[in-house]
């Protein structure tokens, strides 16, 4: 049972950003992965505590179930050093985050994942699922 | 062959006396005719109701091999308490679906299943945790370390407040609640180890059973503490697929499992799951880019009851499709009539006359007072969460300016006294439908 009100969410509330700021869906995916991938390397160390961090952006696809997409790391609470790269999408209502595992690991094992050619792909049918798994809430 | 025609004197819908399954009464009945004749809205609701009946009857047909897989995996817990189980029934069935065909979500048969979801629902009561003395408290303060550091004269004294529930301020209930959060995570691990163990060891079963995961993919991945994988080579585990977890809170309530158990369970899950959580509540800025202006927070203010409960959306191996809740057995006690102005507000009504006054007073909360009536109401399963967890916990008072008919322990009276009235109509019970001769 879900317990948040969504009678609320109206499009008029979505802020609209001037069309030529608009970036498409795909741009906006690679800028964040791109900035995912250089703050991992720089963050998260080779030995002890770092914060868990996250970048996103405002999702504008008409498509997608979503206000907004991020991707995050969060520290490995059961392994020390190692970490979760974790893809979110934020319901409109605000309320409530989808999220799903990408991969786990050490730093370089997260960034050679990352590095993969179909990586984007990947996350793109993720962001799907989420939208889907959203507009059941 | 032909069928009696009866009308449940529970029920408390009477137009659900239309729950029929059209292709079981194929010898005919005139009562039936009668029933599904005429007027086309009464056609639409018998549909409905036909919909909701059929579902009905083929989760009863799934529901012991569901009932008996969730009691293989959780039934030998020491700190399980009871594990309760039941297939949805129609009357709960139509309620949803009604529900699912105004928000546009159901369009066949197979769309109403998936919307029902949690149509053979299973919870796994854990048991409390013994009360901690004052000195127990005070050695775990001194012990304490946040982020690995001690802390420091301030912190300890505020989050001996916020222990002893002693007033402050929302300001300061705020910082201290973060560190309330880390201080009773072991408190939290401790009631539900074998649970979670259990669990992500089923879960890792059923992977391998599909040929998603090995073992020597586990070892080498890191995926399962080594215990656990002793466990698992010993193949003793029922498997369980795991399609969505929600671990749901309060803004300053505890969560079933701590975030370094839902950590354990998506990574043996991997990507096939997904979790649903409050982006507040992570510990860190999830959407940091993204802000929302204050009238458009305000819109969207949250209305949570501060429901809690640890909740996965399975598949059973026989292919049924379930829900498991996870919760201590205070909470679910409180859950059981909680819920009731949440599914009125929701337009959700299964309620009998008993709730009438209960009914009225909620209806004419405005939004705002609705939020503040839901704030009361997650103070009371923080209380009764504080209760399971060993901690001190002080009862809230219902706010002023609400009518006592809405206060906790007067919602607990009507729902006991509803459950007896029920129990006491059901008595003689008689179906719907009797073959005759």
Not at chain 2, 81 to 89: A, D, F, L, M, S
Not at chain 2, 166 to 176: Q, V, Y
Not at chain 2, 199 to 212: F, N, P, Q, T
């Amino acid at each position: 049972m879900i317990k948040y009100d969504i009678k609320k969410i109206n499009n008029k509330h979505i802020r609209m950003m001037p069309k030529k700021m608009e970036k498409k869906f795909s741009e906006e995916l690679k800028a964040v992965i791109s900035k995912m991938k250089d703050r991992i390397s720089r963050e998260i160390p080779d030995v002890g505590y770092f914060r868990n961090f996250a970048v996103d952006f405002e999702n504008k696809d008409k498509n997608i179930f979503a206000r907004a997409i991020s991707l995050g790391v969060e520290r490995d609470e059961n392994i020390e050093g190692n970490a979760l790269l974790i893809l979110s999408a934020l319901h409109p209502s605000m309320n409530v985050d989808a999220s799903s595992m990408l991969v786990c690991g050490s730093r370089d094992d997260i960034l050679r994942f990352m590095n993969k050619d179909n990586f984007q792909q990947k996350v793109r049918e993720e962001i799907y699922k989420l939208s889907e798994s959203l507009k059941k809430i | 062959m032909g069928y009696q025609f009866l009308i449940k004197k529970f029920m408390q819908k009477p137009e659900l006396g239309l729950n029929v399954n059209f292709s079981r009464l194929t010898s005919g009945s005139k009562d039936m005719e009668i029933a599904f004749a005429s007027k086309d809205a009464a056609l639409k609701k018998a549909d409905l109701g036909t919909t909701a009946y059929q579902i009905g009857e083929d989760l009863k047909a799934g529901f012991s091999d569901a009932r008996l897989q969730v009691d293989n995996i959780f039934g030998n817990l020491s700190s399980v308490k009871e594990i309760t189980n039941r297939p949805k029934g129609a009357l709960s069935i139509y309620t949803k679906l009604e529900r699912g065909i105004k928000e546009k979500k159901i369009s066949s048969y197979e769309t109403a299943v998936e919307y029902i979801g949690d149509g053979i629902g299973s919870r796994v009561i854990t048991k409390s945790l013994p009360q901690l003395s004052s000195s127990e408290i005070k050695s775990l303060i001194e012990n304490f370390k946040l982020n690995g550091e001690s802390l420091t004269k301030e912190q300890k004294i505020l989050l001996g407040k916020y222990i002893y529930n002693h007033p402050m301020s929302t300001e300061e209930a705020d910082r201290a609640f973060p560190i309330f959060e880390k201080f009773v995570q072991p408190l939290i691990e401790k009631r539900s180890k074998e649970v979670v163990d259990d669990l992500a060891v089923s879960i890792a079963a059923s992977r391998i059973k599909k040929g998603e995961l090995s073992i020597e993919q586990i070892k080498a991945q890191k995926l399962l503490a080594e215990d656990l994988i002793k466990r698992l080579e010993e193949n003793k585990f029922e498997p369980l697929e795991v399609l969505k977890i929600n671990n749901y809170r309060g803004g300053h309530g505890l969560p079933e499992f701590s975030s370094r158990q839902i950590q354990a369970l998506r990574k043996i899950c991997g990507n096939g799951v997904i979790v649903n959580s409050r982006p507040e509540l992570a510990g860190y800025s999830k959407f940091p880019n993204y802000n929302y202006s204050k009238s458009e927070a305000k819109d969207f203010a949250i209305k949570s009851s501060g429901y809690r409960t640890g909740q996965m959306n399975v598949i059973h191996s026989n292919g049924m499709r379930g829900e498991i809740q996870f919760r201590g057995a205070q909470t679910n006690y409180f859950g059981e009539y909680e819920h009731i102005a949440y599914d009125l507000r929701q337009g959700k009504n299964t309620l009998g006359p008993l709730f009438d006054d209960y009914k009225r007073e909620i209806s004419k909360l405005s939004d705002n007072k609705y939020a503040r009536y839901n704030k009361y109401l997650e103070e009371c399963y923080n209380y009764y969460n504080r209760i399971e967890l060993g901690l001190p916990a002080l009862k809230p008072k219902l706010p002023k300016g609400f009518n006592k008919v809405l206060s906790e322990e007067n919602m607990k009276k009507l729902y006991e006294a509803n459950e007896k009235r029920l129990a006491d109509l059901k008595t003689g019970f008689a179906p719907h439908f009797v073959e005759v001769a």
